[in-house]
């Protein structure tokens, strides 16, 4: 079967694989040549369109926090970035806030998180009982002792029509989408140098980036490398309450169950705990139907009360794409396979994520080094070394 020759070849055509080609591609200063190799042109199965969209800048790490400043900023301006041929994509931010409930327990962590938020000048309010029972009169706020807001720049997108205008752009700026899979990786000592396809084809590449999502295990193992990203199954539900909420944010109990408007409905789910959510095969998406009665309905019905009565119209399951050693991102080279690069492991936040990682994978290719955000505490040696990324707003 024929060979082909790239100068990148990225492994997973979805947000972040795209977000990536976008980038290099549009960079003057690289002239190479770009695979996106993707198994699923439907994206099916791909996170992105399971996810919520949603986009916080509630954080607790300078880091996640800036990242999310720069993804308010490249959204504001997606229109004109993005744009191909007169075709300006539109991701439908609803600037609708997410509002995180606390309980006087957990009033102190909230404060102290909010003193981060605050020094990198995230546009987040404390609200107290009363302050939340004037902005949202429909919750019932007993237990509930403080909120957390986001005032600007905070809501949730349509995250399929976000992957789908990187891709476009990124093909109308010359890289090469190949309709297949990666299903092995040569290497010569300490680089990679060609991706095999189930199709038989081999594509010899000067770079490889690992973008499979929460198949990045697999990929990462296929180079004799150790990622412990693996999938986690959430099942998601939208239910119908015949009226809508207007103004109702993305809320977060402090049970971690989570719902925002969609449309005429709403959309709800839970993780669970880190002991309760089992490793799961990469194609297994039943849904948890007693996960919606047990878990999720009986806090949105004490939330508030028109939840009491619901028709659940639609529900699916998708995959996080988690980190198991932190729950956060893997951004750059290995160590020692230095022409091996990831962008893994966003654990629930990659659809946010997407611009900065984009844009921080082109720098790193490119140049070696972080040109605009410095993003090297997401880097691959602090597994090994034990350096965990502690970001404690992971929903
Ligand atoms: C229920 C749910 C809710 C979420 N909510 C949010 C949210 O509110 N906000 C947020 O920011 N994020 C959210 N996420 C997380 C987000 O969806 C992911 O972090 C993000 O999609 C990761 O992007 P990705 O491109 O790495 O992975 P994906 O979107 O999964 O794309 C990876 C692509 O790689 C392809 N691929 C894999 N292996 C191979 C291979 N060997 N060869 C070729 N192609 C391959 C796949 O087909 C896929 O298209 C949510 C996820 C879920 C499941």
Same mark, same amino acid.
């Given at each position: ?27 003057p ?50 229109g004109?970035?993005?744009?191909v ?8 931010f ?28 995230a546009?987040v ?34 995250? %399929?029509?976000? #992957? ?5 752009? !990124?093909?109308?700026l010359?890289?090469?989408?190949? @309709?297949?899979? /990666? =299903? ?29 999502g ?54 709800c ?37 028109? %939840?009491?009565? #619901? ?5 699916? !399951? ?7 050693f @932190?729950?956060? /991102? =893997? ?13 893994n ?38 597994i ?12």
């Amino acid at each position: 079967m024929t060979s082909k020759a790239f100068d990148v070849v990225v492994i997973g055509g979805g947000v972040i694989g795209s977000a990536i080609a976008y980038f290099l591609s549009n960079r003057p200063d690289f002239t190479g040549s770009i695979a996106v190799i993707e198994r699923d042109q439907t994206y099916e199965y791909a996170s992105a369109p399971r996810s919520l969209g949603g986009v916080r800048q509630q954080f607790t790490t300078p880091e996640n926090i800036k990242i999310s400043q720069y993804t308010a900023e490249f959204l504001a301006e997606i229109g004109d970035l993005l744009e191909v041929d007169g075709d300006r994509p539109d991701v439908g931010f609803k600037k609708q806030g997410y509002l995180f409930l606390g309980t006087p327990g957990m009033e102190d962590g909230m404060r102290r998180i909010h003193d981060i938020q605050n020094r990198e000048n995230a546009p987040v309010t404390l609200l107290d009982a009363d302050a939340m029972a004037v902005k949202f009169p429909w919750l019932n706020l007993e237990g509930i002792s403080l909120g957390s807001f986001g005032t600007a720049n905070e809501g949730w997108i349509d995250p %399929f029509a976000l #992957l789908q205008a990187f891709r476009r752009k !990124a093909r109308a700026l010359g890289a090469t989408y190949f @309709d297949d899979e /990666a =299903v092995g990786i040569d290497r010569d000592g300490n680089k990679v140098t060609a991706v095999h396809l189930k199709g038989g084809e081999t594509l010899s590449a000067g770079i490889v980036v690992n973008a499979a999502g929460y198949r990045g295990g697999k990929v990462a193992a296929m180079a004799g490398a150790d990622l412990p990203v693996r999938p986690r199954k959430r099942s998601v539900f939208v239910v119908d309450i015949k009226e809508q909420i207007p103004g109702h944010p993305l809320l977060i109990d402090h049970t971690g169950v989570y719902w925002r408007p969609e449309g005429q409905y709403f959309v709800c789910g839970k993780s669970p705990d880190e002991d309760n959510d089992p490793e799961v095969e990469d194609d297994d998406f039943e849904v948890d139907h007693a996960w919606f009665e047990n878990e999720i309905w009986p806090v949105m019905a004490e939330r508030c009360s028109k %939840f009491e009565a #619901l028709k659940v119209v639609n529900f699916w !399951a998708g995959m996080y794409d988690m980190n198991l050693f @932190d729950h956060n /991102a =893997v951004i750059g080279p290995h160590p020692e396979i230095t022409n091996l690069f990831f962008a893994n492991g966003f654990s629930g936040h990659g659809i946010q994520q997407s611009p900065a990682v984009g844009r921080a994978l082109s720098e790193l290719i490119v140049t070696g080094k972080f040109e605009t955000l410095d993003l090297s505490a997401f880097r691959f040696d602090r597994i090994a070394a034990g350096e965990k990324f502690l970001e404690e707003a992971v929903v």
